[in-house]
């Protein structure tokens, strides 16, 4: 499985590159920190599959890294090759980049 670190996902952010960032936390997670993604929580992955790009590079992100290696398992099975697990998730992301982000 592919990963990519939050200071790699930064870059991507601030050089606006062409990728797509998904979120698979709950809805209440989601609420009380994120940064951006589109919020397909981990239980409809499959389900709303079609909303995920197979033509540019996919991000995958929860909050430590566990459910979207889930997701990114359960999405290769459908034919996936283009996606990342952002490591150590949104907990990495607020202790590495934005510590006044509110986590849980």
Known sequence: MQE??????KEKLDNKE?????DVREDFEYET???????????GIVIEADK??????VVIM????KRSAAAIAQ????GYTNLSNLQG???AWASEIDPDMQVY
């Open 52 to 57: 995920i790009s197979k033509d540019k590079p």
């Open 75 to 78: 999405l290769e099975a459908l």
């Open 4 to 9: 990519i670190t939050v200071q790699e996902l």
């Open 18 to 22: 062409d990728f797509q960032l998904i």
């Open 33 to 43: 920190s994120n940064i951006g993604g589109q919020l397909i929580p981990l239980g």
């Open 89 to 91: 998730g949104i907990l």
């Open 62 to 65: 929860c909050r430590s890294g």
